[in-house]
């Protein structure tokens, strides 16, 4: 039995977790890294910046094409990606 001041390594580690932003990082990582195994290396190759932040990939291209080609195909990526997502959710892909 767990005295009034005794934690288990998990209530620390979910506390450190929730405080420490830990989450947004690993959805972060989680999404970006889905998008490059959706599109492939060479579209990857030709992102310049993704981030990800309340649901939404913030993806800059190199190619104005690229970036109409992959608009068009916004809402079969975003199926796809989150086929690969286990603990997050993408809502929308911006391509600047």
Excluded: W
């Excluded at 079969?76 to 911006?94: G, H, R, Y």
């Amino acid at each position: 039995m767990k005295g009034p001041h005794e934690y288990t390594l998990q209530d620390l580690l979910k506390t450190i977790y929730n405080r420490v932003d830990v989450a947004d990082a690993f959805a972060e990582k989680e999404v970006i890294t889905a998008y490059n195994d959706v599109v492939g290396e060479l579209i990857f190759k030709l992102t310049r910046t993704a981030s990800f932040r309340n649901g939404v990939l913030r993806v800059q291209l190199t190619s104005a094409a690229l970036r109409q080609e992959m608009s068009m195909r916004k809402e079969s990526l975003v199926e796809k990606i989150n086929e690969k997502l286990t603990d997050t959710a993408l809502s929308d892909i911006i391509f600047c």
